[in-house]
């Protein structure tokens, strides 16, 4: 089987994913082409196998700055997301015309998202035999009901009628998502999703690869051994609410030690400096933003008592968790949310309502989580990249086959 990966976030911020996937298709004996843009900074994370080729497509003839941030490109506003799609559009038009030189026998787009209108588009005015599409999709932001303004409800409604057209066209044979929760709001939202063309696969993961306990991990990291930590790891994105976090930490007078783990995004190492300031003496902040090299972030993982994911966000899964779970480490989330379902699902940690997440923790604190390591640990492997690569292989099949 030829398969074509195709990543149109064109970032290199997900590339292990494409690592994954790639790998199990080839230890498969499968084919696989990459095509990606040319600027993308990790393409040598990738397996070295003569089965997998990459190409790579410089799009700055489609754009005013190949540096700039695309929605810096085009804009703001109904005026600029309509820019941005058409943009989009010519991008996937050159993609697809090059993914046919190869005759590959499955597409699979990486990140569906913000290109449901320009994959419909392209898929019914170019003239070229394109093959089944598979895509994966790891945000629903088209099944809302709120909208913020008058660009938002017509993107919306825009992208809800590209995704039901595509379906009932059999443009794209599957949409693929990483929770039941986001697959069973498609198929209530979109008239033409079911069972068979929206499946939930796992998000792959890498297994944990350090054989050590917590005491040992701790010293790696020179931790307190004698005291509960927490970590929070990863991007400090406002999404992903590290400032809720030390909000929370702020009343909390049992002895705690709460890891910051992860580079820089929207809040920087001096913003977690001056958190740490705001916290009682019961609470210790270890500053530890930066980033973590892959050889290190199981020790985080290991060295944690939990994972605290203080989420904003309500949609969409957790890299960490999974990580965490890999670990046998449990995570603590918010109930109303897609990680919160998640968590309690798998029983795999503890969830806690709308601000009531100081209290979630003093309990943990004072009582102690009634978490199943064996449980964590299913769950975890169950995430297993080889397990992704099973399942997606089964879908091409089923794709090239219908």
């Known amino acids: 089987m030829r398969v074509i990966l195709v990543d149109i976030n064109w970032t290199g911020h997900h590339t292990p994913y494409i690592k994954y996937i790639s790998q199990y298709l080839l230890d498969e004996g499968h084919e696989v082409e990459f095509i990606t843009d040319q600027a993308n900074p990790r393409l040598d994370d990738l397996p070295r196998d003569n089965s997998l080729t990459q190409t790579r497509i410089d799009f ?3 754009k005013d700055d190949p540096q700039a941030e695309f929605k810096t490109q085009v804009g703001s506003g109904l005026s600029g997301s309509l820019r941005e799609q058409w943009r989009r559009t010519q991008q996937l038009e050159l993609i697809f015309e090059r993914a046919m030189e190869s005759h590959p026998e499955v597409m699979h787009f990486l990140y569906y998202e913000r290109s449901q209108v320009p994959i419909e588009l392209d898929t019914l005015f170019l003239s070229c035999d394109i093959p089944p599409i598979v895509v994966t999709l790891h945000r629903d932001g088209f099944t809302k009901t709120n909208y913020h303004s008058l660009a938002d409800r017509c993107t919306t409604y825009a992208t809800r009628t590209a995704v039901n057209s595509s379906l009932s066209r059999k443009s794209i044979s599957c949409i693929t998502v990483h929770a039941d929760p986001i697959r069973d709001r498609i198929i209530s939202t979109i008239p033409t999703a079911n069972l068979t063309n929206v499946k939930t696969i796992p998000a792959p993961t890498r297994p944990c690869n350090k054989d050590v306990n917590t005491e040992t991990a701790r010293s790696t990291l020179d931790l307190p051994l004698d005291i509960p930590v927490l970590v929070f790891f990863g991007e400090l ?29 929207d809040y920087t190492s001096a913003d ?11 609470v210790r902040i270890i500053n530890r933003v930066e980033y973590i090299p892959e050889d290190m972030v199981d020790y985080y993982f290991l060295a944690a008592d939990a994972l605290i994911a203080p989420y904003r966000r309500t949609r969409g899964i957790s890299g960490p968790m999974r990580r965490a779970a890999m670990a046998g480490t449990p995570t603590i989330g918010p109930r109303d949310s897609d990680v919160g379902q998640l968590i309690e699902q798998y029983e795999v940690g503890l969830t806690y309502k709308a601000g009531g997440l100081t209290e979630c923790i003093e309990h943990w604190l004072r009582h102690g989580m009634d978490v199943s390591t064996a449980d964590t640990l299913d769950y975890g492997h169950s995430r297993h990249w080889r397990e992704t690569g099973r399942v997606l292989e089964e879908i091409y099949e089923l794709s090239i086959n219908h």
């Open 60 to 62: 700055s003839d489609y």
């Open 237 to 265: 994105r406002h999404e992903k609410g590290p400032d809720r976090l030390i909000e929370s930490l702020e009343a909390v007078e049992q002895p705690l030690v709460v890891v910051f783990a992860g580079p820089e995004y």
């Open 272 to 282: 977690v400096d001056r958190w740490a300031q705001r916290v009682g003496d019961s």
